[in-house]
């Protein structure tokens, strides 16, 4: 079968991208302790590039200082790292028809660094981390809204394609636009409108700093998955705010660290589940597409199979997917699947890549332990012989 659909190429905003698939965000754990770049990670990135994707989104790049999502990862909070930074996006557009993007970010109410407080909308404890955040005051919200937007700015200078702007997981923007972390009344909460303003400043602010010709998407919370959390009813009047402010791309996800249903485990093979239940955002991207014009539907969470994404490119469900696990184990899946070998993902969504990362740099444990049983295996037929 041909994958006509899926190695066409599509803009996002103005920016062309060779084929519909896209890297989502990941941190690696490789950048250094002070969140420079260095070579390791620059290869990992290239090695992504040679794989054959059409846009990378890079790990979490936290925009304060003390508010990243795990040690060793990149940040953005000051001009110190833009000359680290443009190496890494050189390096990356060698290969010139990939284009990169840089997710800014900010861990809110799920922060862990043992220096900093969790910092949220409001005072609501957060059983993941076992914490309880400090309530930001208005004017600590404009500041950090300035350091997105600053981020972005560096981002721009640096000469990444394009920002995301991470609004999910229980990260600080999701947050905020969640009735479950929110409990505001003033400028920042209160209904739909008010909680999804930071969004709306976020946006203007930066749109008024770099023109209008590069491209400015999000990830969104679309669903929390926690009783009492934002449902997906919720999640669509907040996506529909999104869009009319102007946002280019949306990768429709969900979950947070109290409910982790997005990075669930829905494995066809072993479950016995259709493709809704395998692409297991298919619903919200469905219920939020007739709202986006102009704007690019990515579908993320379990897309493992081509042929199934195939159609829903061709259905024009989507325009785009993206993919987190599927790439640690197979950084060449792009490739592998264009060359003509179109079996699904060897991926199994096992989460032990998110697992090894608790230590040290994320790697795929079961890919690991095959080359390992591959290589014990090699040296009987050796021995025997
Ligand atoms: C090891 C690991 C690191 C991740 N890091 C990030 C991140 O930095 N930013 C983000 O938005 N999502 C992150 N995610 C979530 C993924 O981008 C993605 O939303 C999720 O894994 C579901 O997609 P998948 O089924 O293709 O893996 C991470 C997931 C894993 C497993």
Excluded at 253 to 259: D, F, I, R, T, V
Aim: charged content about 25%; overall charge positive.
């Amino acid at each position: 079968m041909e994958l006509k659909n899926l190695f066409s190429p599509a803009k996002i905003g103005n920016v062309q991208i060779k084929n519909r698939i896209i890297r989502s965000a990941t941190s690696e754990r490789l950048a250094n302790k002070d969140g420079t770049i260095n070579d390791k990670y620059i290869k990992n990135y290239t090695d992504l590039a040679e794989g054959g994707i059409g846009l990378i989104i890079s790990g979490f790049i936290n925009v304060e200082l003390g508010y990243s999502v795990m040690p060793n990862s990149p940040a953005l909070y000051n001009d110190s790292f833009i000359s680290g930074q443009k190496k890494l996006v050189d390096a990356v557009h060698d290969y010139s028809d990939v284009k990169f993007a840089a997710q800014l970010a900010h861990t809110g109410r799920q922060s862990t660094h043992p220096k900093f407080e969790a910092v949220g909308p409001s005072s609501i404890p957060d059983k993941s981390v076992n914490r309880v955040p400090r309530e930001l005051t208005d004017d600590e919200i404009k500041e950090i809204i300035k350091k997105f937007v600053n981020a972005g700015r560096r981002a721009y200078e640096i000469g990444y394609d394009m920002v995301q702007i991470h609004a999910a997981h229980g990260y600080l923007l999701s947050n905020f636009i969640s009735p479950y972390s929110n409990k505001r009344t003033g400028e920042y909460g209160g209904d739909s409108k008010g909680r999804t303003k930071i969004l709306v400043d976020i946006y203007k602010q930066l749109r008024d700093e770099i023109g209008k010709n590069f491209p400015i998407t999000i990830k969104l919370q679309t669903e929390d998955g926690v009783s009492e959390g934002m449902t997906l009813e919720e999640g669509k009047k907040i996506a529909k705010i999104v869009i009319d402010t102007g946002y280019d791309a949306i990768e429709v996800s969900g979950g947070m660290g109290e409910s982790l249903i997005g990075t669930k485990n829905a494995l066809p093979s072993k479950q016995n589940i259709g493709p809704e239940e395998e692409n297991y955002f298919l619903q919200n991207i469905k219920e939020i597409r007739p709202y986006m014009k102009d704007c690019a539907a990515i579908l993320m969470g379990g897309v493992k199979n081509p042929i199934t994404v195939e159609k829903f490119l061709q259905d024009k469900i989507i325009d785009f997917i993206s993919m987190c696990r599927p790439l640690i184990r197979e950084s060449d899946l792009p490739n592998r699947w264009k060359n003509g070998d179109i079996s699904p993902a060897h991926c199994i969504s096992c989460n032990s890549c998110y697992m090894s990362g608790l230590t040290g740099p994320i790697y795929c444990t079961v890919k690991e332990k095959l080359e390992k049983k591959r290589l014990r295996k090699e040296q009987r037929l050796k021995n025997n012989k």
